[in-house]
């Protein structure tokens, strides 16, 4: 199935001698399709860049300040020793336990607070409160209830 591209032309000229491409209605040109990625790639190679050079030149000391090849040279060392495989599992662990939790308790929840109004009513100020407040804000306290194992990464990833 053929379709044709119709263009406007201006009254009195010939469409047979128009030699100009035409591009495609609605369509928008490449650079307004791949600019965004192209910006975006280039402004996160500047900023790797800089910290690279902020890095190296130790303006601030090794220790609170690493840079990328630090990072990227000691992942290859945890990958080589084996020891990343493990933290990968144990936070995957605590990610699928806390994220499970909350999907079983969340979904029934919110489906009964849009059946009942009353329930709605009551609930959404504690909702609107841990919807607003910084998750990282409340960790001091989820270490002081659940203590520093597991239970208070499982808590965090719930809420």
């Known amino acids: 199935m053929a379709t044709s591209v119709r263009t406007r032309r201006e009254p009195g000229t010939n469409a047979s001698s128009d030699t100009s491409t035409s591009e495609i209605p609605g369509r928008p040109s490449a650079r307004r399709r791949y600019g965004g990625l192209i910006v975006g790639t280039l402004s996160v190679a500047v900023f790797l860049l ?79 409160f841990f919807y607003s407040t910084p998750r990282i804000a409340l960790l001091p306290l989820f270490i002081i209830w659940f203590g520093i194992g597991i239970n208070s990464k499982i808590a965090i990833i719930f809420l």
């Open 50 to 128: 800089i910290w690279q050079a902020v890095a190296a030149a130790r303006l601030v000391p090794e220790l609170f300040l690493p840079g990328p090849s630090d990072i990227f040279n000691e992942l290859g060392v945890l990958i080589r020793e084996g020891k990343l495989w493990n933290d990968l599992l144990v936070s995957g662990n605590e990610l699928v336990l806390g994220y499970g939790l909350a999907i079983v308790v969340a979904i029934p929840l919110g489906i009964l607070m849009g059946w009942y109004r009353g329930l709605s009513w009551s609930l959404d100020p504690f909702v609107s």
